[in-house]
């Protein structure tokens, strides 16, 4: 019996043995399977995630499309009335696209827009130059190429493109904030934000031709791109693909706008920040610095050798950066105390350079394209007392005034102000806490480690990038109200990607020591439940008003600029030159293509002087003043608008009349009160009394309730 058990005892060893090995067969084939599983899950979750942002993105184009035409009626309209819902000042460039599609190629229409001589008396331009005109040739470039000249009108294929590309605008915010959280919920959050928010996000309903239109979805993917690349946790391949995309579309954005560098300097000054307190690995800021420089060369050359550009504080500020950081090899290292000191010796010294850089540069290339940039910046900030009549106007335009109350009231309406002070406020003592922690010594390797717990929302590079870009475009929002539009945007990416992060959530449990659910859990669930919340409260309030606004139809016909236009076109010269003021020379250029005196730009210094000039039908000031100044631009009609010579605005001292009357000294002050004084009365009110001397130089010709046209004669008959 004693032997029988020995052998039944060592027959159950002998079978235990190949237990282990069956376990680590079994747990190989689990651990296949598992990964099986969460690959396949991450591929329905980016398929559904991408196919939102797409479908956003259609969505956004046809319902901008749809509230466009219930707005101007614009396929009842004719193409004249059509082309006058271009009401902005930009309209005008719509005509060189027109003109680019009536020349026999391409190639032609390239070289009469490089070598353009009717658009302007006196003045042989380089329109692609001048006026920025890339946007019109790549319209008219594919227009050709496509093959719609038998199936789609002109008009609507160039309205067509500038509502694609706010698609593509709308499908960046949803990529951005998916990238930012982790899930796409706060994609379609960030975009829903953004479309109840259409006053404060976007002109393209109602201007179409602005170059922002065309400029700012780039530069949306820009940013997309540049998000995704500053990420702690990006792939070789992911950073290679980023880095494409940043390329591309940086470049395009530098083509298609002329204030481009602008924004960009603003963007490096928050990639600065990033490298200064050590909050992003160095050589992605190199890598941007670099591309900054590439773009900036190819624009210049590619823009005809724009001085603009070379002279961009841009530049100045990545030579200022890399110049100092050379100065400064070790300034990541040290204690504290040391560490503190040499940042801000590094503040001092790339201020100092980047400053000096670009004094130097402007001296040197004695570029003045925008020097009344400048001086309209010293008076506004009160560095200087000195005003013409061009930055008094600009003083004057509500786009470059501080926001309004309503601004703010419609952001809160929409609950999007206050998540955004809540994320806002999370994201910067977050982020303060770690610039703490980086001054005292920790290393990115020890961040990048530990564990998921321990992390918090500002130690993450791109949300840092985010928090600095809303609070610099910010800034400059509440000073100007117009940039309104470039900070909105990237306030709903924010917003919804925090609201969303599980992350953020996180570090207010962590801060706020909750135990009683572990804090993960309760991030994740909060995660969900609150952009859910949201978004079926904005479902509920705002879905009746999209639907109301896209089912009503608005009015809008300007019966008197449509009689004028037509006169224009049918009863005068094709080589009459008209003069007035800059936004109607705008109109009668895209309406009529009748050559002007001037038009509503400001890079150019010959076409400042004409403007003010030009404004002075509007003072006190002789007939025989007005007659010589009109002569000296060749004048054959000088048209007189009833809406600017009978303003009666509430803002008395922004009317043009009464900075006209302020730049010729005309203007008494006493007790409070503003006069107007002159030996002459005004101009535009004189000359419709058709008496003399007036009508010994100009010749009524056409008149309605708002617009009197006036031929400047010349040969002069006196009359008593």
Known sequence: MTEVRQRKEQTSIESKEPA?????????????????????????????????????????????????????????????????TFQSDSGFYYHYYKKLLKASSFSRGLHELTHDNSSISLRTINAVQQLNLYPELVASILYRMSGSQEAVEPVYFYIGVVFGLQAVYVTAVFVCSWIMSGTWVAGMLAVVWYIINRPDTTRADYAVPLRENWALPYFAWQVTALTGLLKNNITSSAERLCYLLLSASTFTFVMMWEHSHYVLFVQAVALFLLDTFDLVQSRKIADVYRLYLCCISLGYIL??????????????????????????RDMKSGRFVARVMKVVLHFYLVFV??????????????????????????????????????????LCHGFLQTPSQDFFLRLTQTSLLPFYVLIFGTCLLSILQAIFRRLRGLNSKEKITSSQEDRTIGEN?????????????????????????????????????????AELWATLFKWF????????????????????????SLWREFLPRVITELSELQE?????????????????????????????????????????????????????????NLYQIYAMRSAEDI????????????????????????MRGCRVKDLVDIANGHMVHDSDEIYAYSKYRRF???????????????????????????????????QY
Not at 360 to 382: Q, R
Not at 462 to 477: A, K
Not at 629 to 649: D, N, Q
């Open 353 to 394: 350079i980047t400053a000096t850089l670009h004094f130097v540069v402007k001296t040197v290339f004695l570029h003045e394209e925008n020097k009344h940039v400048l001086h309209f910046l010293e008076v506004k900030f009160g560095l200087n007392t000195k005003k013409n009549l061009t930055t008094s106007l600009l």
């Open 627 to 650: 007659y010589k100044m009109l002569l000296t631009y060749r004048a054959s009609y000088v048209i007189v608008e009833e809406a600017i010579c009978s303003e009666m605005g509430p």
């Open 303 to 328: 823009q005809f050798q724009n001085f603009s550009l070379l002279t961009s504080p841009l530049l100045s500020l990545v030579a200022g950066t890399v110049l100092a950081r050379h100065i400064q």
């Open 461 to 501: 590079p791109e949300v840092i990038y985010h928090v600095l870009h809303t609070v610099l475009f910010g800034l400059l929002t509440m000073m100007f109200e117009g940039l309104k539009y470039i900070w909105t945007p990237y306030v709903c990416i924010l917003t919804a990607s925090g609201v969303c992060s």
């Open 20 to 84: 282990p090995e069956k376990e680590k067969t079994g747990s190989s084939e689990r651990s296949k399977k598992d990964r099986k599983y969460a690959s396949v899950q991450r591929f329905i979750k980016l398929f559904i995630g991408s196919l939102a942002a797409v479908i956003s993105g259609l969505m956004y184009a046809i319902y901008l499309s749809t509230y466009h035409e219930r707005r101007f009626w614009f396929s009842s309209r004719q193409d004249l009335e059509r082309e006058i």
């Open 556 to 612: 809008f016909y300007d019966s008197d600029t449509v009689a004028l236009m037509n006169w224009i076109k049918k009863q005068t010269p094709v080589a009459a030159v008209f003069a007035g003021s800059p936004q109607l020379m705008s109109l009668v250029k895209l309406c009529t293509g009748s050559t002007v005196t001037s038009l509503p730009l400001y890079n150019d210094g010959d076409l400042i002087k004409r403007n003010e």
């Open 684 to 718: 535009c009110h004189e000359i419709k009394l058709d008496n003399s001397p007036y009508v010994n130089y100009f010749t009524r010709v056409f008149w309605n309730r708002s617009y009197h046209v006036y031929q400047v004669n010349t040969v002069i008959s006196f």
């Open 513 to 536: 020591r909750l135990r009683s659910v572990h804090p993960v859990l309760l991030a994740l669930m909060l995660s969900t439940a609150v952009p859910t919340i949201i978004g079926f």
